[in-house]
């Protein structure tokens, strides 16, 4: 995965999802439960323009960043980031003891050779968190805009970062409801793809609390969303 070649399309929705604070909280909790000591090596795995590396900064945490995007690399260093070469594996004792990837892999044409990159990344014992889009009946325009190659399955990350060297500790769906948000998002035939953020903030303050409370009971079965958190023996 160079940087020569890549560039972003979806940045204006990346702007919008920074806006989704309950739903950015509960990502930041997924990584920072993680977080065992201070001197953690922390990679955010296609940071974008550092939306999430920003808010675990303001939790004491502070990511390095993998950015494709060249455009996006020039945001991330004004910002003070240290930005990794997408090609160069560290020695081994600069390793990573946590990667994290939200919403990335589904841009990814060959995931699984990116799996195993991020494997080579971490030390033994180091945690990888990845967050992507479920299931493909879900693929709508918002899919096609932001060049979504997939949308997946739990079952199917879990093998490929298995197949990666990994021992997946934790594998579910994530927001239920907006399962059904998305399916009517898909079925109301909005072809520009965007997101209206009116309707993510309703979303984000009043619905996805609940729809988090419920992960507990569905989270085997359907979501939104796939969270899966694997470690390196």
């Not at 060297?165 to 072809?191: H, Q, W």
């Amino acid at each position: 995965m160079t940087s020569s070649n890549f560039a972003y399309t979806g940045c204006d929705n990346l702007e919008v999802m920074a806006e989704a604070i309950n739903y950015n909280k509960f990502l930041l909790d997924c990584v920072e439960k993680h977080v065992t000591t201070t001197d953690l090596r922390v990679l955010d795995f296609g940071a974008g323009q550092g939306t999430y590396a920003d808010l675990l900064a303001e939790r004491e945490i502070f990511p390095e960043c993998l950015e494709p995007d060249p455009d996006l690399q020039k945001v991330l260093l004004a910002k003070g980031y240290k930005v990794v070469d997408c090609d160069t594996e560290p020695p081994e004792a600069e390793k990573y003891g946590l990667i994290y990837s939200f919403n990335v892999f589904e841009h990814i044409k060959n995931d699984q050779e990116a799996a195993e990159h991020l494997a080579s990344l971490l030390r033994p014992g180091g945690t990888m968190v990845i967050y992507v889009p479920a299931l493909e009946m879900l693929f709508s325009s918002m899919d096609v805009k932001v060049e979504h190659y997939r949308r997946y399955r739990r079952t199917q990350l879990n093998r490929i970062l298995r197949n990666a060297g990994l021992e997946v500790v934790d594998s579910r769906y994530c927001d239920p409801i907006g399962f059904f948000a998305t399916m009517a998002y898909k079925l109301l035939g909005n072809d520009d793809g965007s997101i209206n953020m009116r309707a993510l903030k309703l979303y984000d303050r009043v619905v996805f609390p609940l729809s988090k409370a419920l992960q507990s009971v569905t989270g085997k079965l359907f979501g939104k969303n796939v969270l899966v958190v694997a470690r390196k023996p």
